[in-house]
């Protein structure tokens, strides 16, 4: 049966919802804002409108629940900001949920296939990065969330739940089984699609992040009288450290890999003394492990090379290592069936780089993505954007692929 | 006529002022404590003991002037330390005067020649750098010091002298025409003498520091989105500079330039950010103008060239040129005829490549400093040392040095 799409409907409400805390062409919503909160009740009352049972639960989460179907998905992403950020980074998969489930509404009836879509709070981590989500997967404890502040504020977790008039509400939790699979579309966020001319990223996996602290240890002294000879220089050893390991990320990365030093601090910091301690926070992302590995494996070699050589002493600590999650064939393989049937040859396979809820629903279930192209690859700040044609496109292509998947 | 010179009155004085605020084997004399004002007002009571006329100034500076006489000597140094540091950085000097000045009165009597003793404040820059030297020669306003706080604590200086009792005590200037010059010993702080072998330092002159902050600006971006090739990594770029910054420093510098990469930063300096700036604190050292020069060349030639190789810009901004301040041959030659006659070839003529107060006073008068080793070149910390056998050889050569320039 044709689906009975309504590409007006899904760009009016787009416009709709980002008009709320809206930031120059951008929106404003941090998590559990005034802002935030209308945006989660918008987003109820558009569930509700076609008889999804709808509400927000305990953690923030907004939950619209289909009727009892044959076969069901889950649909979603998240519908809060970064700070003066896109319209579209989360909130594009929310309403791709909230049109598909209305659009098989519509095209099926009562008895047929159904999607229920859920916003989860925020995965931008105002408080904690997939809070929403994991509590939605029960993989937080209590006494973790009890520990939650906003990371600008310092407000408790619990202090804003209240505010924001959650606190006592329960939390939902996903039964995995009652899931064919989960969907999420979100921008690219990075220019491989724009860049490239194309339309479309069916998302192989979701990248995994190492990441590192990077210690170097030398002797604080006098700048002046310490003889050049003598010194150990921790920031100088540093600096050699750092223009080196750019070379051998190079040479250990795959095409796609990417290597961050994302913060470097000097002890104690002052011009007339040489530093006794510099360290470098440092990240990798590749969608293979076996090529996580190979940069480690160049990391740890350069610093032993360099620790060995002095006069500098250098310690290498893992902070993390999140590992790379593959999306679920069949799904990929829908989306890219369904791009290529809508329109062929503008889509990729490609790695999302960049975090997603749907790095969590895949542990419970099978999970893909879909992506649309960022205009020139902006991503968390308010310029960010997608052409209409792209937005429609991408919304085809997901409903389609959903339905392919929902018959089986 | 040979000088009285009582050793053991010296080494008993330094073990006395040792005490006032020792800390481990070392003292904590911060400016205007109760233990820095204890030691001023001791130098005093020394003074007072063979009949020179001493007091403490409205800025903290000890003055001790002795009897009118055909030639006069100004000598002098400092007598607070830093935090938790040595027992003879600046003291040392200050002894030094007041010995002699009692040597020279035991040895010649009323109408010999005669040495003022100072005790500058705030070498050290508790509150500010010289506080003390550069109100003895009117370099600084009373707007200037109106704006001086602790630099630790914020503590105004205004309201640090009226806890000290300083507050309303007129301020004593220096009038050149009395000296015929100024002397200044000093223990090294650096390691030249004492790896070397040798007991004793001819300073030629204090070398120039020139200050710059180096600024990297790049974009911020999503650390896992963002292509390699399309990144603007501030903290990268910095890293690749410095490293190259060290080798162009090690070709345009002298055997005793030194170059110091004091304070790096980066922002927003966050994981999964992208730095769009980075900064560097960058200083080097040398006594001569046209090496300062050939460092500033290498270093704004460096910069030139990865500004435009990009991908992140790079400017350079000179925030200080302290000049060279040479010492007055006279007397560097007076010192190192001393001590060549008292300790033949256990001397050497060096710069000092740490800031003193005789770099102010030789503004006004001709000046010229002796060093004395440092124990492993340790400066700053209470672990500082030097063997008692080098502290007397130093005094001696000192001593006979200011009886030749006394003597004309």
């Known amino acids: 049966m044709a689906l009975k799409i309504n590409e007006e409907r899904l760009l009016s409400r787009l416009g709709a919802v980002s008009r709320i805390g809206k930031y120059k062409t951008g929106i404003h919503r941090p998590t559990y804002s005034p802002a935030d909160m209308e945006a989660r009740r918008w987003l109820v009352e558009q569930l509700g409108s076609f008889g999804h049972e709808a509400f927000i639960d305990g953690i923030g989460n907004v939950v619209g629940l289909g009727p009892s179907a044959p076969r069901r998905l889950l649909a979603g992403s998240h519908i809060e900001s970064q700070n003066h950020a896109g319209r579209l980074d989360g909130v594009l998969g929310v309403l791709y949920g909230l049109e598909l489930a209305q659009t098989l509404a519509e095209t099926y009836g009562a008895g047929g296939p159904a999607v229920d879509v859920m916003a989860f709070a925020d995965e931008e981590g105002h408080f904690h990065d997939y809070l929403g989500v994991r509590s939605a997967l029960d993989d937080m404890t209590d006494a973790e969330r009890a520990a939650v502040v906003n990371i600008d504020t310092g407000e408790p977790l619990q202090a804003a739940l209240e505010k924001a008039g959650l606190a006592g509400l329960p939390r939902y939790r996903i039964d995995p089984s009652r899931y064919a699979g989960y969907i999420e579309a979100h921008i690219e966020q990075g220019d491989y699609l724009d860049s490239g001319g194309l339309r479309l990223g ?10 590192y602290n990077i210690v170097f240890s030398g002797q604080q002294n006098h700048a002046g009288t310490t003889r050049m ?7 100088m050893a540093l600096m050699k450290f750092g223009a080196e390991l750019d070379r051998v990320m190079g040479e250990a990365a795959g095409p796609r890999s990417v290597w961050t030093p994302g913060r470097i601090v000097t002890m104690p910091g002052a011009p007339n003394v040489i530093p006794e301690r510099a360290e470098m926070l440092f990240q990798f992302r590749d969608l293979e492990t076996s090529r996580l590995e190979a940069m480690e494996r160049a990391l740890l070699e350069l610093a032993g090379r360099h620790d060995a050589l002095g006069p500098c002493s250098i310690v290498v600590e893992n902070m993390s290592k999140a590992p790379p999650v593959p999306m679920a064939p069949a799904i990929v393989d829908s989306f890219e069936r369904a791009g290529e049937r809508l329109a062929p040859g503008a889509g990729m396979r490609m790695p999302s780089a960049a975090g997603h809820d749907a790095q969590y629903v895949a542990r419970v279930m099978p999970a893909g993505m879909l992506f649309v192209p960022s205009i020139g690859g902006i991503s968390h700040h308010w ?3 997608t052409r209409d044609e792209d937005i429609v496109l991408g919304f085809r292509v997901y409903a389609e692929a959903a339905d392919a998947i929902l018959a089986g």
């Open 229 to 235: 000879v003598t010194r150990k220089d921790a920031a």
């Open 383 to 385: 310029s960010e954007d």
């Open 202 to 211: 069916y998302v192989l996996g979701i990248v995994g992040v190492w990441q």
